[in-house]
């Protein structure tokens, strides 16, 4: 069984978009937004000798979380590196 398409011709360019509704719009329907709101709070955790500080996270958080694809930014800081060889970090 075959279909044939409709005829389409353009009739002009495509409008305008904007994220916002104008006057007289309004949004059906949204998907939530999967990009966390950066925050200025850091997680700081330190364990022995050593103590890891990572950004952007939620204030009063008891373990970090980054979204899907986010950059994770932060630090290890150990009290003496005089013993250390190599440093992994793991997901």
Known sequence: MS???PQYSITGPA???SF???CGERTLQQTPSSIRPTTETTFIRKS???TVVL???EDGVRMPSYGRAALIA???LFDSND?????????
């Open 3 to 5: 279909f044939d398409l």
């Open 15 to 17: 409008p305008d978009y």
């Open 20 to 22: 916002e509704p104008a």
């Open 48 to 50: 022995g000798s050593i």
């Open 55 to 57: 950004h952007n996270q």
């Open 74 to 76: 932060g630090s290890l």
């Open 83 to 91: 013993s250390i060889c190599e440093v992994v970090l793991q997901a």
